[in-house]
T-cell receptor
């Protein structure tokens, strides 16, 4: 039962353009959504999060949008840089003391110079 | 400040062999986790420990055991390895981020191949 889905295994964009990574979820109990970035041979690192009571959170070049009615969130990277090339995981959790965070399968982003 | 350290980084086992993956953290976090990452599956929780002395099953616990030795260390044991346990294993700790979200800090991973 995959409660968090990333339907695009890969995405390729030109340097300087916008990257949009998408994520869908099924569990309406999720109250926090997170994005992690993973480089080869490293563990995932936290990038940005959003609470379910918000629809947008921005941190520098990274913005996450949440559409609760559609159970959909997206990560926008503007402008994209070659160093952004990595696998991006969408994750969701519910209840601050709940230990079961669910992850999507990941989207591999390639930013071409 | 090493964060979360996992050993070994790579291991090849034969079916039926046993081994233990070690994880240590210096972040003074109470909660620790073991995930496995498989192609097309994302990260799935195997076991977690909310505090020293406690452990609980996650989404895919079958074939694994864990030990929370102290606050710093959380080990994952495969008693009789199977090819289905070929995966990349990640240890993580949890903290509360400024936004209120639970943020995980991961180790670099341990790549395990079972022949």
């Amino acid at each position: 039962d995959q409660q968090v889905k990333q339907n695009s295994p890969s995405l390729s964009v030109q340097e300087g353009r916008i990257s949009i990574l998408n994520c869908d979820y099924t569990n309406s109990m999720f109250d926090y959504f997170l994005w992690y970035k993973k480089y080869p041979a490293e563990g995932p690192t936290f990038l940005i999060s959003i609470s379910s009571i918000k629809d947008k959170n921005e941190d520098g070049r990274f913005t996450v949008f949440l559409n609760k009615s559609a159970k959909h969130l997206s990560l926008h990277i503007v402008p994209s840089q070659p160093g952004d090339s990595a696998v991006y995981f969408c994750a969701a959790s519910w209840g601050w003391n709940n230990n079961d965070m669910r992850f999507g399968a990941g989207t591999r982003l390639t930013v071409k110079p | 400040n090493a964060g979360v350290t996992q050993t070994p980084k790579f291991q090849v086992l034969k079916t039926g062999q046993s081994m233990t993956l070690q994880c240590a953290q210096d972040m003074n976090h109470n909660s620790m986790y073991w995930y496995r990452q498989d192609p097309g599956m994302g990260l799935r929780l195997i076991y977690y420990s909310a505090s020293e002395g406690t452990t609980d099953k996650g989404e895919v616990p079958n074939g694994y055991n864990v030990s929370r030795l102290n606050k710093r260390e959380f080990s994952l044991r495969l008693e009789s390895a199977a090819p289905s346990q070929t995966s990349v294993y990640f240890c993580a700790t949890r903290d509360r981020g400024v936004s209120g979200a639970n943020v995980l800090t991961f180790g670099a991973g341990s790549r395990l191949t079972v022949l």
